[in-house]
Structures are given as structure tokens and as C-alpha cells.
């Protein structure tokens, strides 16, 4: 895949983002911030797990809206020194793009100029006040294997399993366990058995939880010692 390759988008009524190559939105149709704080943050314990050091992976970096309600979540509680998130995007969105879907999202708009000045400038590795951010374009199942780190708590957010399987296969998940530290964990939106079944295979103690909004179940999980 080349690695230069952009999302095709487009625009639902609403403001919402459809990637053309998968026929899925970007965020909830109801509200993508509060999806993100129930599904990824709540789903990994966060914050009360954040510490000096913390490290958050993603697999499907889109809008950056999962990043920035991160970051938001880490200012309120003190802004712990050298918490990292990583995110694995092979089709990442322009910088128009991503300014008109934030634009649905004042909270998040509100912070994110410095994020979007450096997307606008080619950086994908950039620091917002002390977060760092690093996002790395290419195909997962490859950049994932040569990874050279390991994740404290995993956001898995691809486009739906049903659509975008290759972000959802045995291999990329047992990758995803690989590169998980001692007591980390995943969270992510789907329910879907051979999702589960993969992340079991991972290494992962796997629960069902309830879902955000229509979504009756997600999937969060442990690695195990």
C-alpha cells in the first residue's frame, strides 16, 4: 500500500464523515464525543489509570477525535508528565477534512488549533502541551509488526469488523497483544465473536460490556500474566 494515500470522504447530513472505501462513518451518528468517553476512555479506565509514563495506542487514527478527548481528559486531571498515544492510520484524513468533522464537536474544536497546525504543516509526530502525539501512517498489519514499543491501554477503533476486516484479523490482534505492557488493556466498540475470539487468542481476558447508545455491547479486556 502507498503510504501517501488519503480517506475519500463523504459528507452525511450533520456534518458527518463516511469513508467512501469502507461505507462507514467516522464517529456515532448520536454524538462521537460521548462515544469515545464511554467506549475507549471508560473502557480502558481512564483516567484513573493515567501515570507519568502512560503510553495509549490506537489502531484508526480518522478525525483525531479519540486523541483529543484524550488530551482533554488528561488536562482535567493534571497533565501527568510524558503520557504518549500512538495511532496506526492508513488512510489518513486531510486537514480540511478533519477542521470540518471537529467542527461538530466544539469541546474538542476548542483545543485542537495546535494539532491541526501541525497536520496542515506534514508533522505526525507533534507535542500538545506535554501530550505527545505520534501517528503512524501506513498499513497496521505491517508498521504494527515493526513497532518498537508497547502500549499500556489499546483503543481499536477500524472501521466496522463487517467492512474492514484486515483492521480486525488474527494476526493484526495477536500483534496488538505483542505490543501490550504487563496489565494493559484494550476497549473498543464492537462486540463481534471473531473479534473476541482473536483477542482472546491475544492473550486477553475478554468481557462484554454494555455499548454506547444503539450499540448494545462493546469488548474490553486484560492481558493476561
Do not use: C
Amino acid at each position: 500500500m502507498a503510504k501517501n494515500q488519503t480517506a475519500d470522504i463523504l459528507w452525511k447530513e450533520g456534518g458527518v464523515p463516511v469513508a467512501t472505501r469502507f461505507d462507514d462513518p467516522y464517529f456515532s451518528l448520536e454524538d462521537g464525543l460521548a462515544e469515545t468517553r464511554h467506549v475507549f476512555l471508560d473502557g480502558n479506565d481512564l483516567p484513573a489509570r493515567f501515570a507519568a509514563g502512560f503510553h495509549m495506542a490506537e489502531l484508526g487514527f480518522g478525525t483525531g477525535l479519540n486523541m483529543l478527548a484524550t488530551f482533554l481528559t488528561w488536562r482535567e486531571v493534571g497533565s501527568p508528565d510524558g503520557v504518549r498515544f500512538t495511532s496506526f492510520e492508513a488512510f489518513p484524513m486531510t486537514v480540511d477534512d478533519i477542521t470540518k468533522a471537529l467542527d461538530a464537536f466544539p469541546e474538542a474544536r476548542a483545543v485542537a488549533t495546535p494539532f491541526l497546525s501541525a497536520w496542515r504543516d506534514g508533522a505526525r509526530v507533534f507535542d500538545l502541551d506535554g501530550f505527545t502525539v505520534e501517528v503512524i501512517i501506513g498499513d497496521a498489519r505491517q508498521t504494527l509488526a515493526a513497532w518498537q514499543d508497547k502500549a499500556d491501554a489499546w483503543f481499536l477503533d477500524g472501521f466496522s469488523p463487517a467492512k474492514n476486516p484486515e483492521l480486525w484479523g488474527d494476526d493484526l490482534m495477536m500483534q496488538v497483544g505483542a505490543h501490550t505492557a504487563p496489565d494493559g488493556t484494550f476497549a473498543t466498540y464492537t462486540a463481534a465473536g471473531f473479534v473476541r475470539r482473536a483477542l482472546d487468542a491475544a492473550g486477553f481476558d475478554v468481557e462484554r460490556s454494555p455499548g454506547y447508545g444503539r450499540k448494545r455491547h462493546m469488548s474490553r479486556g486484560t492481558l493476561r500474566p
